[in-house]
């Protein structure tokens, strides 16, 4: 029943009002809880499949190859065992900030795109590869995530588009694009390049653009693959 006239509810009608609003505040702030545990919960899943699962092949490879030399004495496998814990070094270092990269970001900032162009560009082995920076637009985020970004964006298109590859940086309307000379992604693959494990080279991990999805959606933005210029690949990060 309701009033409209001042004075119309007695003091009882206002506590058992007061008590429905703190039950009803209660019991949101449980169902927020039990989300955050449940997106916690599947983190660790995930975090635990995949080191399961991607772990097994270099041990396998490495304790093969100790069985031989404890075996045949001959040290010439050591250098595959080597490069087997060296892979699984990579793995857990890339699961570990994948599983952290899921939470919001910090502290943003205004920071210039060219900046952390070229910043990432300098912390990547690039080897012949050449960057061209085509913006100078600036934007609010977590400047050292979004380092990691551009990072991952670069390394993915020298590990795919080879050493002469050129990389291609600039601004589209409410955001920015990384694009590459390489071969680029087949339209039916690019649903699934960011997903967790995923990669068509061998010698990758699998977990370098699923990383560049999370920080994206931590600041509140979008990434999508598309074709680029010259028919490389070309990430579109939009909502900044």
Do not use: C
């Not at 291609?168 to 680029?184: A, K, L, N, W």
């Not at 370098?208 to 920080?215: H, N, Q, S, T, Y």
């Amino acid at each position: 029943m309701f009033a409209s006239e001042p004075g119309a509810f007695v003091e009882r009608d206002e506590d058992v009002a007061e008590m429905l609003a703190t039950h009803v505040v209660t019991a949101l702030e449980r169902v927020s809880a039990e989300a955050t545990i449940r997106r916690e919960r599947d983190r660790l899943e995930e975090f635990a499949s995949l080191l399961s699962h991607d772990l097994r092949n270099p041990l396998n490879v490495a304790q093969g190859r100790l069985e031989l030399i404890q075996m045949t004495g001959e040290i010439d496998h050591v250098d595959a065992i080597d490069r087997a814990l060296n892979r699984m070094e990579r793995l857990i270092e890339d699961m570990l900030t994948l599983a952290r990269e899921g939470d919001a970001v910090g502290e943003t900032e205004p920071v210039k795109l060219r900046a952390v162009a070229n910043q990432a560009w300098t912390n990547v082995t690039t080897k012949s590869a050449s960057l061209e920076v085509e913006s100078s637009v600036q934007i609010d985020a977590d400047r050292s995530r979004l380092i990691q970004v551009f990072e991952n964006l670069y390394r993915n298109a020298i590990e795919h588009g080879g050493d002469g590859v050129t990389v291609r940086v600039g601004s589209i309307d409410g955001g920015f694009f990384i694009e590459d000379t390489g071969p680029g992604i087949p339209e039916d693959e690019r649903d699934d390049v960011f997903e967790s494990g995923y990669t068509t080279n061998p010698d990758g991990t699998g977990f370098g653009l699923a990383i560049v999805k999370r920080i994206v959606e931590a600041h509140g933005w979008k990434i999508k693959v598309t074709e680029g210029t010259d028919g490389g690949a070309r990430f579109e990060v939009s909502g900044t």
